[in-house]
T-cell receptor
Framework: QKEVEQNSGPLSVPEGAIASLNCTYSDRVSQSFFWYRQYSGKSPELIMSIYSNGDKEDGRFTAQLNKASQYVSLLIRDSQPSDSATYLCAVKLVRQGAQKLVFGQGTRLTINP | DGGITQSPKYLFRKEGQNVTLSCEQNLNHDAMYWYRQDPGQGLRLIYYSQIVNDFQKGDIAEGYSVSREKKESFPLTVTSAQKNPTAFYLC?????????????FGEGSRLTVL
């Protein structure tokens, strides 16, 4: 089982609709979760972080965390063509006394005008 | 402006050659990381360093080497032992142990083997 799993997509959503991106992780003790957006040929940029169960909202973005189900999601409301990108879910793990971020394979999102 | 600088942005290598990718940060971060990304894939961890003069292998360290002689610098050498080095390489940093884990990325270096 992969440590962090995402549906690779592509996910196609009409402009103005809600895009829903999902991620599961295997390590029950993980405490920090992140969503990065990556445009083609560019480096990832952080758009959301979440550390406790429930929802966290920032503008059009909402991150949802359910530690019991080991599930984290990202909702994008009022989707815009500029939201078309690959979205990477990342989970902080602690291994052998060091911390590192493990990434899922990413979900490619396309917003159709 | 604080940030992470990677160079070169594009690099071409002949088979059998070693190449070194530079990564410099002025964020005063303790931890630095190297990731590799292949087309349509997520990021895979090559090496990481939590503190100067110490580094650890990540998930795909074979064929790579690093050094951490200064807090600001974490160069990655892709050796001839790396069988499939063509990829997008990303350097990142974070504040250090005990922080939330947020990573700050450089702009990446794209390596192509001819």
């Amino acid at each position: 089982q992969k440590e962090v799993e995402q549906n690779s997509g592509p996910l196609s959503v009409p402009e103005g609709a809600i895009a829903s991106l999902n991620c599961t992780y295997s390590d029950r003790v993980s405490q920090s979760f992140f969503w990065y957006r990556q445009y083609s040929g560019k480096s990832p940029e952080l758009i959301m972080s979440i550390y406790s169960n429930g929802d966290k909202e920032d503008g059009r973005f909402t991150a949802q965390l359910n530690k019991a189900s080991q599930y984290v999601s990202l909702l994008i409301r009022d989707s815009q063509p500029s939201d078309s990108a690959t979205y990477l879910c990342a989970v902080k793990l602690v291994r052998q006394g060091a911390q590192k971020l493990v990434f899922g394979q990413g979900t490619r999102l396309t917003i159709n005008p | 402006d604080g940030g992470i600088t990677q160079s070169p942005k594009y690099l071409f290598r002949k088979e059998g050659q070693n190449v070194t990718l530079s990564c410099e940060q002025n964020l005063n971060h303790d931890a630095m990381y190297w990731y590799r990304q292949d087309p349509g894939q997520g990021l895979r961890l090559i090496y990481y360093s939590q503190i100067v003069n110490d580094f650890q292998k990540g998930d795909i360290a074979e064929g790579y080497s690093v050094s951490r002689e200064k807090k600001e610098s974490f160069p990655l050498t892709v050796t001839s032992a790396q069988k499939n080095p063509t990829a997008f390489y990303l350097c990142a940093s974070s504040i250090g142990w005990g922080n939330t884990g947020e990573l700050f990325f450089g702009e990446g270096s794209r390596l192509t083997v001819l």
